[in-house]
């Protein structure tokens, strides 16, 4: 082991944040709503109603690879942009990664969007106590056309070294991606992946509305390959979605999530009567 050693490169990555993406094979770059304080931070500048969701999964039904996420996401006037918070835990108490994310995004006319995020970072592990990181995450969203949506990202574009012992750093990621609506029931994704430590991944996803309240959903990913399916519905402002990924080794991890989103009502502001 001493004379065959290799760096590890294990920690830091950016985890999947709502059912609906995860059911769609991770295809996510090109989706807006709340959990793009995760995915794609560009995807905020779209959304114009107040937004909070929680998700939650389990890596390969384990006990010791719980992942939560929470996050909220506040619209402004089109001036002002959207502003999000996340905060995402996993692990379990021998070993934990934490992650608050602080995200701002903003259209620019009615086709463009970018968004970024400051996170803090926070690793801990038993035997060795805790470390704490600050990085940054960026995108963008095209719409050229109300059925096509392009999207970008990267997160940590600069590898930050975490360990100079072992030279174990912060992993760089970069998206791409494509969304395409056929018709206004079927959503097509595909979305290709670069972890500069590792090789290439792609990913794609479809969802198909059968009837007005559920969403049927199916993707697979590659590097390493996995199935994704699972189903979604909305009502009165409540968006529930369950889903499931299938490793062919290690097995299943479900995963379900909760948003809730509103538009605040505007007050009548009477105008004074003239004399």
Not at 187 to 202: G, V
Request: with cysteine.
């Amino acid at each position: 082991m001493c004379v065959f050693s290799a760096n590890a490169f294990a920690g830091g990555e950016n985890f999947t944040a709502g059912a609906r993406a995860a059911s769609m094979g991770d295809a996510s770059i090109t989706l807006s709503d709340v959990f793009s304080t995760t995915t794609n931070q560009a995807g905020l500048g779209f959304m114009n109603e107040i937004a909070f969701g929680i998700y939650s999964d389990r890596k390969f039904i384990s006990a010791k690879t719980n992942n939560f996420n929470a996050a909220v996401a506040v619209p402004f006037s089109p001036k002002i942009g959207t502003f999000g918070l996340s905060v995402n835990y996993y692990g379990y108490s021998l070993y934990n990664e934490t992650k608050v994310g602080l995200a701002y995004a903003r259209k620019f006319g009615e086709k463009f969007s970018m968004g970024i995020q400051f996170d803090y970072m926070r690793f801990f592990i038993f035997e060795n106590g805790q470390k704490n990181i600050f990085t940054l995450e960026a995108g963008f969203q095209y719409r050229p056309w109300k059925v096509l949506t392009f999207g970008a990202h990267i997160y940590n574009p600069i590898p930050y070294k975490m360990d100079k012992v072992f030279n174990e750093r912060l992993p760089t990621i970069v998206k791409l991606g494509l969304g395409y609506e056929p018709s206004p029931k079927v959503l097509l994704a595909i979305e290709y992946q670069q972890n500069i430590y590792h090789k290439p991944q792609f990913k794609g996803g479809i969802e198909y509305r059968p009837i007005k309240y559920l969403n049927l959903r199916a993707g697979v990913q590659t590097t390493p390959f996995s199935v994704s399916f699972g189903l979604g519905t909305a009502v009165k402002g409540f968006r529930l979605d369950a889903g499931t990924s299938y490793h062919p080794v290690l097995g299943f991890t479900p995963q379900l999530s909760l948003m809730y989103g509103f538009v605040p009502k505007k007050k009548n502001i009477e105008k004074p009567t003239q004399p």
